[in-house]
């Protein structure tokens, strides 16, 4: 199954952190793109994070850069998004997304995600003021 599934969503206040965990099959995640989406009521999907999971390199949205950090487990097909210093402009539902490595730095970014085929149901973050 190659079907993402997310957890770890909840409430929290601004200034707080969460960690979104996702996992996915061993075929998937084997030298794959993971990334994270997010969606915010009436806006548009924009790309989050993401990370290639066949080394190390990662990918961030400039609205989260030092603030978010995606990282990966191995042994457990696992895919993290830490997320500190939380602003309510974070509150979404926010999703994992798995396609194949090939351009992974350049597609990740674009069209909200649209060139992944695989996609989690979502976990949904809130950040109150």
């Known amino acids: 199954q190659v079907q993402p599934v997310e957890s770890g969503g909840g409430s929290v206040q601004a200034g707080g952190s969460l960690r979104l965990s996702c996992a996915v099959s061993?075929?998937?995640?084997?030298?794959?793109?993971m990334g994270w989406f997010r969606q915010a009521p009436g806006k548009d999907r924009e790309g989050v994070a993401a990370?290639?999971?066949?080394?190390?390199?990662?990918y961030y949205a400039d609205s989260v850069k030092g603030r978010f950090t995606i990282s990966q487990d191995n042994a457990k097909n696992m895919v993290y998004l830490e997320m500190n210093s939380l602003k309510p402009e974070d509150t979404a539902m926010y999703y994992c997304?798995?396609?194949?490595?090939?351009?992974?730095?350049?597609?990740?970014?674009?069209?909200?995600?649209?060139?992944?085929?695989?996609w989690g149901q979502g976990t949904q973050v809130t950040v109150s003021s």
């Open positions: 997304a798995a396609r194949s490595r090939e351009r992974c730095g350049v597609v990740w970014s674009r069209r909200g995600g649209a060139l992944f085929p695989y």
């Open positions: 061993r075929y998937a995640y084997s030298s794959n793109c």
């Open positions: 990370i290639y999971t066949g080394g190390t390199i990662t």
